[in-house]
């Protein structure tokens, strides 16, 4: 069994308790295993392991990879599924709406219009998660909660979208009930946009370190990285 199949095991086992102790079904929540800084081969192996989902940041590195993977993998019907997690420049968008299937990172409404524009018909719909920042930090991407709802129904309504959910990113925190707590207000919100009439069915939170306490707070996507290919190196050199 090679590294990464066996990080991918421990990491289902996590979430699998997790759910356990939360009273959930672990199937209400799909693992994204994110694979930046990491090359094809590493996808690859994650692949041959099971793992459909991934997730990327920096958009060229991405779409690099994603070319490699699809000559590597027979077409079979099942193919990957890409989901780009990284912040989005206005320069970037295009690139993003052509080879992405989701995009977790949306937070203006200006990014959401390009890629509605700039996505093509063939692929169907761009599942999007609009970013929540739900703590505040000053640096960090994310629209804040009182804006969310504006924002959700405008990017809802834009025809190249498909609207399915919030994703956060909270500081790191090492106290669980603390760190609950942070992610069950983002869980409030994502309740609170259903009850406006939005169906919305993903919860985009928790990390490898904190995917725990995010499950509890009622996570059904977690973006795992280190947990399965290990720790990464400088991410490789490319301004977004
Ligand atoms: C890198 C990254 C992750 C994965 O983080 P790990 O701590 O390595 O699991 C998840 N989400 C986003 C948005 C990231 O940028």
Not at 14 to 29: F, H, K, Q, T, W
Not at 41 to 67: D, L, S
Not at 163 to 179: K, N, Q, T, W, Y
Request: glycine letters at 8%.
């Amino acid at each position: 069994m090679t590294m990464i199949e066996q990080n991918l095991q421990t990491v289902r086992q996590r979430i699998a308790s997790a759910c356990l102790a939360a009273g959930r079904d672990p199937r209400e929540v799909a693992l994204l295993a994110v694979s930046k800084t990491f090359d094809a081969q590493a996808v690859h192996a994650a692949y041959r392991a099971g793992q459909i989902a991934f997730g990327e940041n920096y958009i060229q590195e991405a779409v690099q990879k994603i070319t490699q993977m699809r000559a590597l993998i027979a077409l079979d019907g099942e193919g990957l599924q890409w989901h780009c997690i990284g912040p989005i420049q206005s320069n970037k968008t295009r690139l993003v709406a052509e080879h992405f299937d989701w995009v977790h990172t949306v937070d203006r409404l200006k990014t959401a219009q390009r890629l509605s524009e700039q996505r093509p018909a063939t692929l169907g719909p761009l599942q999007v998660c609009i970013q929540v920042n739900v703590d505040g930090g000053v640096t960090k991407s994310g629209v804040s909660p009182p804006d969310a709802l504006a924002l959700a129904r405008a990017v809802a309504a834009l025809p190249g979208l498909r609207l399915r959910g919030l994703m956060s990113i909270p500081e790191p925190e090492p106290d669980f009930e603390v760190a609950c707590a942070v992610f069950a207000r983002v869980r409030a919100l994502f309740d609170a946009l259903n009850a406006d009439g939005l169906a919305l069915d993903t919860l985009s939170m928790g990390m490898s370190a904190d995917l725990e306490a995010a499950i509890r707070a009622g996570s059904t996507l977690v973006r795992v990285g280190t947990a399965i290919f290990g720790g990464r190196p400088q991410p490789l050199a490319q301004p977004e």
